[in-house]
């Protein structure tokens, strides 16, 4: 189920590629982000009997891209490494599966600021959707093969809340608080005709913290 190193590499190269160039075509302020996130399951299936089994903490991290269109909003982009998982029971057929599934990120929201609300401190809020392109995926344990391949991209919806602190003339740090709920069922095909309709889609709860220069 592991996506070759040489096609993962190329596909984060290319990522990178376009962000770049985007931010050397604009005004664009790049940044850091380093973020802990909590990341569960919404499972469900026909018979209602799968279930989600559990929640864990990752940690994500990535650039950032931040286009200013106005003094109070921007658009908000980027590259983010994030870790996920597909983690899922069903007592009434006897499994329980966990697989690790990670993706690169590109998010594309606007950030909505209010005035200083303390000197060089400003609150902002975010929203919009990210497009999820997966570069590996992989059983917990070796036993496991209910499910037989994964969608290659997640499209989740992005909120969040925050606030940005102007800490010279040119650096900003942020923290935020965002919430992102994948709309795609992660799973593309399982191996039993049984649990053939089994959907599974992330929900990922973070706290972002970075800098911008």
Known sequence: MRISNKRSKIKFLFCLFLLFSVAASAQVKLGLKLAP???????VNDAQTAKNDGSVVKMSIGLIADKPLAETYMLSSGLVYVPKRAAFRDADLGFSEEYNVQYLQIPMTVKLFTNEVAPDLKVYFQVGAGLEIKVFDEALDPSYNLVESFN??????????????????????????????????????????????LAVRSTVVSIDLGVKF
């Open 37 to 43: 996130v909590i990341i569960s399951n919404r499972v």
């Open 152 to 197: 290659p991209v997640d499209i989740p919806v992005i909120l969040a809340s925050g606030i940005e602190y102007r800490a010279g003339l040119s650096t900003t740090i942020f923290a935020a608080f965002s919430y992102q709920r994948g709309l795609t069922n992660v799973i593309n095909q399982t191996t039993s005709a049984t649990i053939d309709d």
